[in-house]
Nanobody, 115 residues
Framework: QGNLVESWGGLVQPGGSLRLSCASS????????IAWFRQAPGNQREWVAT???????TYADSVKGRFTSARDDAANTVFLQMGGLTLDDTAVYYC?????????WGQGTQVTVSS
């Protein structure tokens, strides 16, 4: 079974930027789509963005225009570039994909937006 590993969360001030990465143990060319989710304390996990194998992207309304997802097939990695961060973006961010017929989740990376 493949696995996904998120990296590069951290502490950032409001208005700042971060770029998260999601590294796959499987070739991402074989994965139809990889999605980003986030979960803030006390909240349900919510979908943030999806990038398909062809590079098409979709975003939740709450992040549209501020977040961008991209992929590096050679590195088997997808990215979530986050800008214009607000306190409401504080959450644990996860990537997820269907790999080998199973839904795989990474362990998550914490993003904290605070002044």
């Amino acid at each position: 079974q493949g696995n996904l590993v998120e990296s590069w969360g951290g502490l950032v001030q409001p208005g700042g930027s971060l770029r998260l990465s999601c590294a796959s143990s499987e070739s991402i060319r074989r994965i139809p789509a990889i999605a980003w989710f986030r979960q803030a304390p006390g909240n349900q996990r919510e979908w943030v963005a999806t990038i398909t194998r062809s590079g098409s992207t979709t975003y939740a309304d709450s992040v549209k225009g501020r977040f961008t997802s991209a992929r590096d097939d050679a590195a088997n990695t997808v990215f979530l570039q986050m800008g214009g961060l607000t306190l409401d973006d504080t959450a644990v961010y996860y990537c997820s994909a269907a790999i080998g017929g199973q839904t795989v989740w990474g362990q998550g990376t914490q993003v904290t937006v605070s002044s």
